[in-house]
């Protein structure tokens, strides 16, 4: 996945969680905020960041915030932390990957997006012998080296597993796969004092056959992707 036209800017401002006022060479613009989450420990003033411009002239804004350069609270870290914050980055480099053949092997059908019970699930494939639902999450907060989810409570997740469970006790094959937007973590585990609920349904999630992945997505200022050498972060919980 590729962002074209990427300039580097300086984060001043989030007024609200759709735009947010970056200097670009001086001259301060509002921006598409591509995600809206808190990021209150990413988008910081005076955080280095990345934005795509756009080819509309009409657009009301011509800039998306794609990623910033965390403020880095863990010392010993020897490179920036670059952490892409496009929201709906995590489900096109998933289905390139997977139409790849690199989740799961001997595919004969792949389609983002399918309705189940009352939950619309980010990716469903079919293999020679199971039919697979996926559930896909971008992760964006980290602490100490460990990435979390979620950065604010998430209803809409905790249903999502609940589905997930049941539709695997009716023969599909449930998987939720988290999307790290950074580099550099070395474990993943649910955010508890964030919101315990999710993960007290996500380890419920694991015991009753869900499969749950973390995998690493390789991010620089104008790509974000998934390959077949793309680390897997092992759970912490």
Do not use: W
């Not at 200097?23 to 905020?33: P, R």
């Amino acid at each position: 996945m590729k962002y074209e036209n990427v300039v580097e800017g300086i984060f001043l401002s989030r007024p609200n969680r759709f735009v947010a006022e970056v200097d670009i060479e001086g001259i301060v613009h509002t921006v598409h905020v591509k995600n809206t989450g808190r990021c209150k420990e990413l988008l910081i003033k005076g955080s280095k960041c990345y934005l795509s411009k756009s080819n509309n002239p009409n657009r009301k804004t011509q800039y998306d915030l794609i990623s910033v350069v965390k403020k880095d609270s863990l010392k010993n870290r020897k490179t920036e932390l670059l952490v892409n914050l496009d929201s709906q980055g995590p489900n096109q480099v998933f289905y390139d990957y997977a139409k790849e053949g690199y989740f799961l092997k001997d595919i004969i059908e792949i389609k983002r997006e399918f309705t189940y019970g009352n939950s619309r699930f980010d990716c469903y494939i079919k293999t020679k012998d199971k039919e697979h639902l996926i559930e896909i999450k971008g992760v964006t907060l980290e602490e100490e080296g460990i990435a979390k989810f979620p950065d604010a409570p998430t209803e809409r997740g905790v249903k999502h597993i609940n589905e997930l469970i049941k539709a695997n006790s009716e023969g599909y094959e449930s998987h939720i796969v988290f999307i790290i937007q950074m580099k550099g973590t070395y474990g993943f585990m649910p955010n508890e004092k964030t919101h315990p609920e999710f993960k007290k349904v996500l380890e419920e999630g694991r015991s009753k056959g869900v499969s749950i992945h973390c995998l690493e997505a390789d991010i620089t200022p104008d790509t974000m992707k998934l390959n077949k050498n793309s680390k897997s972060i092992p759970l912490m919980f």
